[in-house]
């Protein structure tokens, strides 16, 4: 039984050593011949001893065949649960393959994308093109890690790329070119699959400011006529359009602008007309001018200063009759820059000389006055208006209106006129008054004379004056001393005297200061 297996054992011994060859870098294990001698148990099967002496022993991987070979029928021959033996053109093991992971899909093929899509300029200037485009319509699975722009000079195919690192957005801005060169330019995708089609504009790009005609944009509440009033600010910003920059011009009456009066400064969408303080000199028609290369704009704006007007140039009266009186008057020299609205005309009675409007907002150099006072003489000014208001001043008739009834003179009765010159007399006389010492009291009487009596308080005869203790008070003929806290001294006769040129007169009192009170409490 140990010789039959002995082909086997040949082919068995080359193709482990082929496995580990494979697997490993280790020299192929020598067990077999060792393992062979070793005797089986009687009760072991055939198809157990079998590989056992001549087969090397199997890897981990590999014990699967042994259990097949101990599964066989004991009746069959010992070669039977083997494999066959192999093929030496083959190759091929005689053991069975060990058992595998299953296979991963294979990875998906790398291609590019396809073209970007809608390539165009979106601007340009003397040294720079904006272009714009969108990502290409089939990205594949390897995604989009970025754009490459190029480019190259007309006439040429020396293509160079603009961007040093991947562009991811859809716009780029080449810069730093030459004024005057025309750029081809196209525009890559690139993946992991590589480069895409390039999409390239049709036609070359002129490196140039795009020429916009200039158009000013005056605002509309400038299109008419700008009024401010003197020493207003004027801050007025009129925008305008094109490309490249405009050079914008200021003119006022078809004369350079005075910069001590009038500021300008400009920007690349406006232009901004400043005044600082205002003054009638500043209007004027003030006309803007933009110009792009051979193209210009131009917008006229009108600026008036305003001012209260003058008085009308002269006033005077015309006619009297009855009760009214005709005036007329002239147009002021000075309307204040703008047009004279209307008048006001005032009249004043000599007598008081209290001015009252009698018209306003008139419109008309003449107008007649109503409704004035027989007897009375009347003085009449007018003043001028415009939208500024009234003048400070007025025009002023020199001569005088003076109201008579018509058909009667007044003549005035004779008659001797009444003499109220009188002696001073004391229309009340003084009273005697009792105070107590520290309670202020007054003493009164009334006066009348003509001329104005001058009025003197005595104490025992002797003027009192000016001695602050006490208040003298003479007002409409009532006459009145105040005594102020008097004390034990205070009492005695008082006397007021009043003397004119006509005469005098004295009225007397006495005054007794008391002590005051003291309770029986206090006493003790």
């Given amino acids: 039984m140990p010789s039959k297996p002995a082909p086997i054992k040949k082919a068995a011994k080359k193709e482990p050593a082929k496995k580990e060859e494979e697997k490993a870098p280790e020299p192929a294990p020598e067990p077999a011949p060792e393992v062979a001698p070793e005797p089986a148990p009687a009760e072991a099967a055939p198809a157990e001893a079998a590989p056992a002496e001549g087969a090397p022993a199997p890897a981990e991987g590999e014990a699967a065949p042994a259990e097949d070979a101990a599964a066989a029928p004991p009746a069959e021959e010992p070669k039977a649960p083997t494999p066959p033996p192999p093929d030496a053109e083959a190759g091929e093991a005689p053991a069975p393959e060990e058992p595998k992971a299953p296979t991963p899909p294979p990875p998906p093929p790398k291609e590019p994308t396809s073209a970007p899509l809608d390539m165009f300029v979106e601007d340009k200037n003397d040294t720079s093109v904006t272009i714009i485009w969108s990502q290409p319509e089939t990205v594949g699975l390897s995604g989009l890690d970025g754009y490459t722009i190029e480019v190259c000079k007309d006439g040429t195919e020396d293509w160079k790329a603009v961007n040093e690192a991947l562009q991811k957005s859809c716009r780029y801005v080449i810069k730093n070119q030459t004024t005057g060169d025309r750029l081809k330019i196209r525009v890559v995708a690139v993946n992991a699959g590589g480069r895409s089609p390039p999409v390239t504009l049709p036609e070359a790009v002129l490196v140039k400011e795009v ?125 204040g820059n703008t047009d004279i609205t209307g008048y006001t005309v005032q009249k004043a009675d000599k007598k008081t000389g209290d001015w009252f409007t009698v018209m306003e907002h008139y419109h008309r150099l003449n107008a007649t006055i109503s409704d004035l006072i027989m007897g009375n003489t009347y003085k009449f000014r007018v003043f001028s208006e415009n939208k500024c208001g009234m003048s400070e001043d007025a025009a002023i008739t020199k001569e005088e209106a003076k109201i008579l009834k018509t058909g009667i003179d007044y003549k005035p009765p004779d008659y001797q006129e009444h003499n109220f010159t009188e002696a001073p007399k004391f229309t009340t006389s003084l009273s005697d008054r009792a105070t107590t010492v520290g309670y202020s009291t007054k003493l009164l009487c009334s006066v009348r004379g003509q001329p104005k009596p001058k009025v003197q308080w005595m104490k025992n005869q002797m003027i009192i004056g000016d001695d602050p203790k006490f208040r003298q008070i003479c007002v409409q003929g009532i006459c009145s001393l105040e005594i102020r806290k008097p004390g034990n001294f205070d009492g005695g006769v008082y006397s007021c005297r009043a003397k004119n040129d006509l005469g005098e007169a004295t009225v007397s009192c006495k005054l007794e200061v008391k002590q005051p009170v003291v309770a029986d409490a206090d006493k003790k």
């Fill in 211 to 335: 020429a916009d005609r200039p158009k000013v944009r005056l605002p509309r509440f400038l299109r008419q006529r700008y009024v401010a009033h003197v020493g207003d600010k004027i801050n007025l910003t009129i925008p305008f359009t094109g490309k490249p920059k405009p050079v914008v011009s200021w003119t006022k009456n078809g004369q350079p602008l005075d910069t001590k009066r009038v500021n300008i400064r400009s920007t690349e969408r406006d232009s901004i007309l400043f005044i600082r303080t205002s003054e009638r000199d500043d209007s004027g028609v003030y006309e803007m001018c933009v110009k792009v290369d051979d193209f210009e704009d131009k917008a006229s704006l009108t600026l008036q200063i305003v001012e209260l007007p003058g008085p009308p140039a002269s006033v005077k009266i015309a006619d009297t009759w009855g009760f009214n009186v005709a005036l007329e008057w002239t147009v002021p020299k000075d309307n």
